[in-house]
């Protein structure tokens, strides 16, 4: 059981720090860029929220298998596959998760209009600098919102690890596979405590959300 916990914190973990990093800058560029076809990007980018997990799944493993282009282009060091592997969860997660960090981060950045970056413009800050000391302090509540949501989602997860991973004991289980196990071999009362702690986690995000939120609300100047 701890293993299987230690495994779905971790995967969440480095889930939500990959996905800060990579979803800062497309959720910056889709709020302050004014190409028409930005939209399309953000509805690629939001396309996990209407998908079934089922199908993302799928095709993560397809380009994670061993005959895939993708990965004949690492055969050479050594990697034949990342499929039924943790990196493997990791890759998946992220494609999963991506809208619930790029979403609240875009609302932030859009939050917080020209007049903030001009004025620090006319300060003789370079376009990097105000990202950094303008934008970034100003969006804090979108970013806490993404690292909750991303969390929190990810530790839920069932099909896109369910098919990547292959719900291996000790490398791939996590705890909402481990809860499906439990029911298919009639284990209910184990799978009882796991799913109501589940539960819990997903009350205390949620309260987390709002009480971050109305606390920095009641900080805004």
Partial sequence: MWLVLTTTVELAFVTTILLIL??????????????????????????????????????????????????????????RTLAFTFSGLVIGSLFYSLPFAVQPLRTAFEAIGDRPLEIAATMGAKPFDRFLTVAIPMSRRGFLSAAILVFAHTIGEFGVVLMIGGNIPGKTEVLS?????????????????????????????LLALLLIERRIGDFKP
């Fill in 22 to 79: 990579l979803a800062t800058p497309l959720a910056w560029w889709l709020a302050r860029s004014r190409r028409w076809w930005k939209e399309v990007i953000g509805a690629v980018a939001a396309l996990p929220l209407v998908l079934p997990p089922t199908v993302i799944g799928f095709y993560v493993l397809i380009a994670l298998g061993p005959d895939s282009p993708l990965m004949s282009m690492l055969h050479p060091f050594g990697i």
């Fill in 177 to 205: 596979t481990r809860i499906y196990q439990l029911v298919e071999s009639l284990q209910f009362g184990e799978a009882h405590r796991i799913a109501a702690l589940l539960v819990l986690f997903s009350f205390l995000a």
